[in-house]
């Protein structure tokens, strides 16, 4: 899977597109990793714009969740926006907004996660 | 055939606290106001046809047991939880206190699946048979050893009906009281077992207390070929997906999610929730089951998975 990449200041945005299931998490996992190498404390946040993403199956969530671990562990926040609205029921049925930081759109979760960041967006 | 439940919640029998009848009783009484019911079959069939289910019901709180039911033969059944209990008397005050033969199958030997032979009175009496299958090795010492001291005061040897334990050997056929039957061993401390059944055309897989941690796509191929075709799974959806893959994981429970996904590439018809989380009220199993419905339908292709979620003294006809 091709993500589109951005980066406002501190911040990585990542953005993958489609469907992201059996047939697709292994490369979205693959796609997500420079990026989660990359990030750290003092080093790059991390932010995954879901706009593009019409549907996410619990494979996908899972390589999340473990994207979500690798970066905590790391020292770094990681945030998901944009959710399409059959995404959105997906993540509140299976909890997964519970246990991420989840924004409506990508300006609020750059404003959560880091401030140039915000600054570098509003410029854009 | 008819697959009847007689106990469906996880890890610990549960009972309703006075606190919750209460509740339901506050619920019906303010929505029957006015309604005029002053007859048992006006008020049976408000709450019969009006009430929610969580409020003119219980979702129960026997642990593991399943029977399958094709209308004629032996007993046939999966687990023996505290369930297994109600099943037992039942038995014998419907059909009399002996000539029974019991074959159950064993998903595993933890606490909640077993506990309900000590007082499964059949087994206490002589002229019934019981025949207990499964694939671990010490499925005999597990049952001998809750029946002993210091755990039980009356003694495995005390009972009297004649009581056999056959092993299974999983990914092997056996044709077993009419039915087939294959078993599937599963993510689960200690290891668990699930089972597929099938009779006269129609499948039922048992698989509760499997983890599935979707890691290994060979593995996701061989669950959703044993789950093919299933006219109903029972499918162990404890815990919600997030939990299941993080602050439980390893703990050997699967989610609603990945059960409606496995039916869905399976092309199964139905998925019965079981094993319901023991901290969960009725209020909050009935509201899993209207959001596992609502996922099936926003995640639907070309084929429709029937959602169920078990409780006591559900049947489900195929």
Redesign the interface.
Known sequence: MELISKRFADTAVLCPQGRID?ATA?GFKAALAPSLSACGAGRDRLVIDMTGVE?I???G??VL?LAS?QAKAQGAPLAVCGLQP?VR??F?????N??MQVFPTLREALASLSTEALAAFEAA | MLVRFWGTRGSIPVAMTSAEVKRKLVTALVAAAGRGLDTPGKARAFVEGELEFSVSHTFGGNSSCVQLDPGDGDYVLCDLGSGARVLGNNVLATRGPRGHRFHVFMSHLHWDHIMGFPFFMPAYLPGNHVRIYGCHDVLEEAFRRQNAAPCFPVDFSRMAATIEFVRLEPERDYDIAGFRVRAKRQHHGGDSYGYRLERAGKVVVYSTDSEHKQDDPEEVEAFVAFFRDADLVIFDAQYSLADAISVKEDWGHSSNVVGVEMCQLARARRLCLYHHEPIFDDERIAALLAETRRLEEITRGDHRVEIHAAYDGLEIAL
């Open positions: 059996h292994e549907y199956s619990s494979v969530l899972r969740m671990k059959v029921e997906i509140e049925i299976s909890r997964f519970l246990v």
